[in-house]
């Protein structure tokens, strides 16, 4: 992967190649940011820039034997340790030198934009959560006290480090002390508070932001052939995830759907239209009960959304033009004397569908009860 295959985040980019060009790589780094934001591809782009022999000014060549190694996560100088678990494949002792073929599959069809959920699901793990054990620790020790096959440096990416077992951590702390020479850590997290502090203390830390709205609008554009409003509704309600951007594009049929009932149902407790709301509820029964359940919770990130609108924060708010400018108008019948009895009702509304209520007779009591909470001052 190369640099400009990451989407935005030229800051860190620029502090990344310099770091080369200066000779000032540190041999311990911690690449600390949200879900989404990158981690992965500025790790990769950073080490296919480290071990490139024709790198520019700006990033590595892209065509010489190395960049097409690491293109296929392949070169013999790049080690991976990631959390694994017990599949049909690996019955016992699972670790990540077992499992590089499906990483490498994964990571290069997802372009490098990963996270731990989808990675369990394609593994198969069913209900088991990833760790990385001792035995990655040990494996990565032998690789490591080798000298490098082609390139000047080692480098080893720990991905989402924070599932590093208490001995796995122990058992590298010395070899990130004294590692060997031309040899480069690239740990990857999210939590720093689940990372031991001895191996955080021995890290040069690289906090890397949520990815700006503009650069995921560009990337949806270019990457997923989204139109223009497409891409900007999406990039406002990501929260900078370019993972959420991309669930967006394929779920906004569902957002669309949820803004418009959601509009309609509130306009219809607002007139107190009784004998539509009826209607309205019966209809609602035809949907599964995570749809039911999802309208709901839609409606209670419109509570949320209100609160922030009253207190002159609606500049935090992410949403598409159409749905923040009813957020606007939705919000001053949302207050200090309703919100949480509002806020209340939805979710007890969740909690007896997820009881397998009646979702006529639960949509109808909400409405009824709305009617009377929206005039409330």
Same mark, same amino acid.
């Given at each position: 992967?190369?640099?400009?295959?990451?989407?935005?985040?030229?800051?860190?980019?620029?502090?990344?190649?310099?770091?080369?060009?200066?000779?000032?790589? @540190?041999?311990?780094?911690?690449?600390?940011?949200?879900?989404?934001?990158?981690?992965?591809?500025?790790?990769?782009?950073?080490?296919? /820039?480290?071990?490139?022999?024709?790198?520019?000014?700006?990033?590595?060549?892209?065509?010489?034997?190395?960049?097409?190694?690491?293109?296929?996560?392949?070169?013999?100088?790049?080690?991976?340790?990631?959390?694994?678990?017990?599949?049909?494949?690996?019955?016992?002792?699972?670790?990540?030198?077992?499992?590089?073929?499906?990483?490498?599959?994964?990571?290069?069809?997802?372009?490098?934009?990963?996270?731990?959920? @989808?990675?369990?699901?394609?593994?198969?793990?069913?209900?088991?959560?990833?760790?990385?054990?001792?035995?990655?620790?040990?494996?990565?020790?032998?690789?490591?006290?080798?000298?490098?096959?082609?390139?000047?440096?080692?480098? +080893?990416?720990?991905?989402?480090?924070?599932?590093?077992?208490?001995?796995?951590?122990?058992?590298?702390?010395?070899?990130?002390?004294?590692?060997?020479?031309?040899?480069?850590?690239?740990?990857?997290?999210?939590? +720093?508070?689940?990372?031991?502090?001895?191996?955080?203390?021995?890290?040069?830390?690289?906090?890397?932001?949520?990815?700006?709205?503009?650069?995921?609008?560009?990337?949806?554009?270019?990457?997923?052939?989204?139109?223009?409003?497409?891409?900007?509704?999406?990039?406002?309600?990501?929260?900078?995830?370019?993972?959420?951007?991309?669930?967006?594009?394929?779920?906004?049929?569902?957002?669309?759907?949820?803004?418009?009932?959601?509009?309609?149902?509130?306009?219809?407790?607002?007139?107190?239209? /009784?004998?539509?709301?009826? $209607?309205?509820?019966?209809?609602?029964?035809?949907?599964?009960?995570?749809?039911?359940?999802?309208?709901?919770?839609?409606?209670?990130?419109?509570?949320?959304?209100?609160?922030?609108?009253?207190?002159?924060?609606?500049?935090?708010?992410?949403?598409?033009?159409?749905?923040?400018?009813?957020?606007?108008?939705?919000?001053?019948?949302?207050?200090?004397?309703?919100?949480?009895?509002?806020? $209340?009702?939805?979710?007890?509304?969740?909690?007896?569908?997820?009881?397998?209520?009646? +979702?006529?007779?639960?949509?109808?009591?909400?409405?009824?009860?709305?009617?009377?909470?929206?005039?409330?001052?």
């Amino acid at each position: 992967m190369q640099f400009k295959d990451v989407i935005g985040q030229s800051a860190i980019k620029q502090r990344l190649i310099n770091s080369v060009r200066e000779n000032h790589v @540190s041999h311990a780094q911690l690449f600390l940011g949200p879900t989404g934001s990158g981690k992965l591809p500025l790790a990769l782009a950073y080490a296919q /820039y480290i071990l490139c022999p024709n790198r520019t000014e700006t990033d590595s060549c892209g065509i010489c034997p190395t960049c097409q190694k690491m293109q296929k996560l392949a070169h013999p100088d790049l080690h991976f340790v990631v959390p694994t678990a017990t599949t049909k494949k690996v019955k016992s002792n699972p670790e990540s030198d077992l499992f590089m073929e499906e990483w490498r599959e994964y990571v290069i069809q997802n372009q490098g934009y990963v996270d731990t959920s @989808s990675w369990y699901t394609f593994l198969d793990v069913e209900n088991k959560q990833g760790y990385m054990s001792v035995r990655d620790a040990a494996s990565l020790l032998r690789k490591l006290s080798m000298k490098s096959y082609e390139g000047e440096y080692k480098i +080893a990416i720990i991905w989402m480090a924070e599932k590093m077992r208490v001995d796995t951590a122990n058992k590298l702390l010395k070899l990130l002390e004294e590692p060997p020479e031309k040899t480069v850590f690239l740990l990857i997290a999210e939590d +720093a508070e689940e990372l031991l502090a001895t191996i955080k203390s021995r890290t040069v830390l690289v906090k890397i932001p949520a990815i700006v709205p503009m650069a995921i609008e560009t990337a949806l554009q270019i990457r997923l052939g989204c139109t223009a409003q497409q891409a900007h509704n999406a990039a406002m309600i990501s929260e900078g995830n370019w993972l959420n951007a991309c669930h967006s594009v394929q779920e906004s049929e569902d957002r669309k759907y949820f803004f418009t009932t959601f509009q309609q149902w509130m306009r219809l407790c607002f007139r107190a239209a /009784y004998s539509e709301i009826i $209607d309205f509820s019966a209809n609602i029964k035809t949907l599964g009960r995570e749809k039911q359940k999802e309208l709901l919770d839609y409606g209670l990130r419109i509570i949320r959304n209100a609160l922030l609108f009253n207190n002159n924060l609606a500049e935090i708010v992410m949403l598409p033009d159409d749905e923040k400018k009813f957020n606007a108008n939705f919000a001053p019948f949302v207050n200090a004397a309703n919100l949480a009895q509002i806020a $209340d009702l939805f979710e007890e509304a969740i909690r007896q569908i997820e009881r397998n209520g009646n +979702a006529q007779i639960i949509f109808t009591d909400v409405s009824f009860k709305m009617v009377g909470l929206l005039k409330k001052k």
